[in-house]
Structures are given as C-alpha cells and as structure tokens.
C-alpha cells in the first residue's frame, strides 16, 4: 500500500482556512486518496475522496496535485467543531481481499482557536 | 435512516478471557469492516465481512474472529484476552461489495475495551 506523510499537528485561527498537506509519493495509478476525520471520543468520519481531479463538497476541498504525489484538504471557514485528528488515506486498488481496507496512519492533529 | 451503533460502549475483562462486540450495519449496507485503534494510534484494520464471509483480513492472530449475519449485523470475538488487546474497536459500514473503488466507510462510536 502506498504509504501517507502527514504533519502531527497544526494550529488553525476559527473563521480562517484550514489547510492540510499531506505527501503520498508512491500512490499507484488505480489508488484514492481518501480523508477522514476523528473528533475526540468518536468515530472516524468519512470527509472526501478524489483520484486525480480535485473534489468539493459542502465540507472540504481535495485539491491532488498534478503528479498525484500530494494533497491539501482545505477546511473554508475552519469551526471550533472542525478541531479533530484528520487522516489521509491512499486506498487499495479494489481487489477481492480486503478491497475496502483503510491503513491510517498517524494523522495530523488540527486545534482550531479562538 | 439510522447509522452504525455498536454495543457495548464500554467493557472491562480480565486477562485470558473471551469477549464479544457487537455491530448493526447502517440500512442498506452489506460490508462489515472491524478496526482496533490503540489509545493515541491510527485505527488498525482487522478483518472484512462481505456476503456473511471474510473477506481480507489485516496482520491479527486467529484469536481474533467474526461473523456477520443476514441481516449484515456483525460480531467481533475475541479469545484469549491480553493486555495489549486494551483499545478502541471500531466498526464500520459501507453500502457495496468490497471491490468498490469509490467506497466510502461509515464508523460507529467504538466499543471501549479494557483488559485488566
């Protein structure tokens, strides 16, 4: 599987764009990248997913880069409700063994301040 | 349209034990994903469920089994308890087959597992 690079944490001022980079160099031809996000005491939350194109939804946006080797979720307007640890995943190409496994790494851990 | 639930919430064994986690799959969902997240780690996988079979497992010894019913609710047992078996165990739905490329998982609260 290919493998993510994540800051551990980062610090983000409520209101202002959250910007989270994430750094998968061996991503394959057929594999997503994929985020989720856990806040404390819950389980991981499905946010977006794209493969080479960037992606919006009314949560974030998925910008990929043009060789794939990394990407940024951006949080608009950052909530003291967005404060969580967010994962970047690089999802297995679909196979009949474990297709839907997700390997999470450390993730970063996002404060969002007043 | 309800989500993932699991039970219990939280579980207190002792050492050599078994136990048991439960979870109801969100309406619609067919594959049953289980994860084990050590306090302050990633959630590891452990093993899929699809069609009421296994299918793809992650690097658990065999102690660690399941099942999932017709109903696409599924139970994670775990024998021989360990310390180290101390963790958050999630469960995890998602509405088609496992070789989806686009599936999205959707997560349930977690069942909090202490080993004493």
């Known amino acids: 599987d290919a493998k993510t690079t994540q800051p551990p944490s980062m610090d983000c001022a409520e209101g202002r764009a959250a910007n989270l980079p994430c750094n998968h160099s061996?991503?394959?031809?057929?594999?997503?990248v994929y985020w989720y996000r856990q806040i404390h005491s819950q389980g991981p939350q499905y946010i977006i997913h794209g493969l080479k194109n960037n992606e919006t939804n009314e949560m974030a946006s998925l910008i990929i880069t043009e060789d794939r080797k990394s990407s940024t979720l951006i949080l608009p307007h950052a909530t003291l409700r967005d404060t969580a640890v967010y994962y970047c995943?690089?999802?297995?190409?679909?196979?009949?063994?474990?297709?839907?496994?997700?390997?999470f790494g450390g993730g970063t851990r996002l404060m969002v301040k007043p | 349209e309800t989500g993932v639930t699991q039970s219990p919430t939280h579980l207190i064994k002792t050492r050599g034990q078994q136990v048991t986690l439960r979870c109801s799959s969100q309406s619609g969902h067919n594959t049953v994903s289980w994860y084990q997240q050590a306090l302050g780690q990633g959630p590891q996988f452990i093993f899929q469920y699809y069609r009421e079979e296994e299918n793809g497992r992650g690097n658990f010894p065999p102690r660690f089994s399941g099942l999932q019913f017709p109903n696409y609710s599924s139970e994670l047992n775990v024998n021989a308890l360990e310390l180290d078996d101390s963790a958050l165990y999630l469960c995890?739905?998602?509405?088609?087959?496992?070789?989806?490329?686009?599936?999205?998982?959707?997560f349930g609260p977690g069942t909090r597992l202490t080993v004493l």
């Open positions: 995943i690089v999802r297995p190409g679909p196979t009949r063994n474990a297709g839907n496994m997700l390997t």
């Open positions: 061996t991503i394959s031809g057929n594999e997503y």
């Open positions: 995890a739905s998602s509405p088609r087959g496992p070789a989806g490329g686009r599936n999205e998982q959707f």
